[in-house]
T-cell receptor, first 119, second 113 residues
Framework: AQKITQTQPGMFVQEKEAVTLDCTYD???????LFWYKQPSSGEMIFLIY??????QNATEGRYSLNFQKARKSANLVISASQLGDSAMYFC????????????????FGQGTILTVHP | EAGVVQSPRYKIIEKKQPVAFWCNPI?????LYWYLQNLGQGPELLIR????????DSQLPKDRFSAERLKGVDSTLKIQPAELGDSAVYLC???????????FGQGTRLTVV
């Protein structure tokens, strides 16, 4: 079984500042992937960034970076230089990626963190 | 390239009535997911398809929910009969491979009155 925990129901950040959204996970799979999605008030789920469990370097995509600490089973999202348009719900998700693993292909989400960016 | 397309965007029905949702995944994506999302919560998987085969439907309430993916492309999700507690957003997603990132449609917001 796999589980994602996001302990911050809501976060506030000042425009142009950096913010970290926490995510911890639990899985019995040896190979897995971690994802972050953004869901604005309009409702669509937007893929932001991916980290594979065997990737040695932290993933980065523009202003998004993933602080991956495998031993601590954490995959925190860092948003640099926050913008007003970053205000949204953010979901951490994981999926087993090793064929034959119990969670292969199953994408499991956390409860989400609402981020509010203040001007 | 077109994204995942879902219809309808909104649906209001009376309880005990049937309802169906349609999803057209991104071309070439073999993996298709249906998720249910209650307000303020994360999406919960209902069913996952690899091509036309349902490989994970353990969380689909089979007494009232059914799904199909004929020819391994479009998919429909049906509820019959609908209950008040089914009011939620139903999200469809697809991915190229089972371990690749999933892309989501805009969802269908169902209200049962």
């Amino acid at each position: 079984a796999q589980k994602i925990t996001q302990t911050q129901p809501g976060m506030f950040v000042q425009e142009k500042e950096a913010v970290t959204l926490d995510c911890t996970y639990d899985t019995s799979d040896q190979s897995y992937g971690l994802f972050w999605y953004k869901q604005p008030s309009s409702g669509e789920m937007i893929f932001l960034i991916y980290q594979g469990s065997y990737d040695e370097q932290n993933a980065t995509e523009g202003r998004y970076s993933l602080n991956f600490q495998k031993a601590r089973k954490s995959a925190n999202l860092v948003i640099s230089a926050s913008q007003l348009g970053d205000s949204a719900m953010y979901f951490c998700a994981m999926r087993g990626s090793g064929a034959g693993g119990t969670s292969y292909g199953k994408l499991t989400f956390g409860q989400g963190t609402i981020l509010t960016v203040h001007p | 390239e077109a994204g995942v397309v879902q219809s309808p965007r909104y649906k209001i029905i009376e309880k005990k009535q049937p309802v169906a949702f349609w999803c057209n995944p991104i071309s070439g994506h073999n993996t298709l997911y249906w998720y249910l999302q209650n307000l303020g919560q994360g999406p919960e998987l209902l069913i996952r398809y690899e091509n036309e085969e349902a490989v994970d439907d353990s969380q689909l309430p089979k007494d009232r929910f059914s799904a199909e993916r004929l020819k391994g492309v479009d998919s429909t999700l049906k509820i019959q009969p609908a209950e008040l507690g089914d009011s939620a957003v139903y999200l469809c997603a697809s991915s190229l491979l089972p371990n690749a990132e999933a892309f989501f449609g805009q969802g269908t917001r169902l209200t049962v009155v």
